[in-house]
Nanobody, 121 residues
């Protein structure tokens, strides 16, 4: 079982910055992809950014150039540096990872509990 715990959310003015962190704990064997998703009130959850075990990243068009996803050397903590924040970035941000016990076994998805990011205009 893997637990993901996010931190770093809060209230910020438009144009400001926030850094979200997500730490994975538990019986961890292989974490492939880690990612951040977000869900605004009344909307579906959407992908913000992903980072693979090898460090390859991918970003939603809405955040490109303003957001950087990174991962620590141990591969168990993922960060989301968000700059030039806009009111449209207001959402609950969820951490995600897929984990497998062995390379030849299927992976399982895990989610954090979410952290609120509110950007005021």
């Amino acid at each position: 079982q893997v637990q993901l715990v996010e931190s770093g959310g809060g209230l910020v003015q438009a144009g400001g910055s926030l850094r979200l962190s997500c730490a994975a704990s538990g019986r961890i064997f292989i974490i492939d992809t880690m990612a951040w998703y977000r869900q605004a009130q009344g909307k579906e959850r959407e992908l913000v950014a992903t980072i693979t075990k090898s460090g390859s990243t991918n970003y939603a068009d809405s955040v490109k150039g303003r957001v950087t996803i990174s991962r620590d050397n141990a591969g168990k903590t993922v960060y989301l540096q968000m700059n030039s924040l806009k009111p449209d970035d207001t959402a609950v941000y969820y951490c995600y990872c897929n984990h497998r016990i062995a390379s030849y076994l299927p992976s399982r998805d895990y989610w954090g509990q979410g952290t609120q990011v509110t950007v005021s205009s």
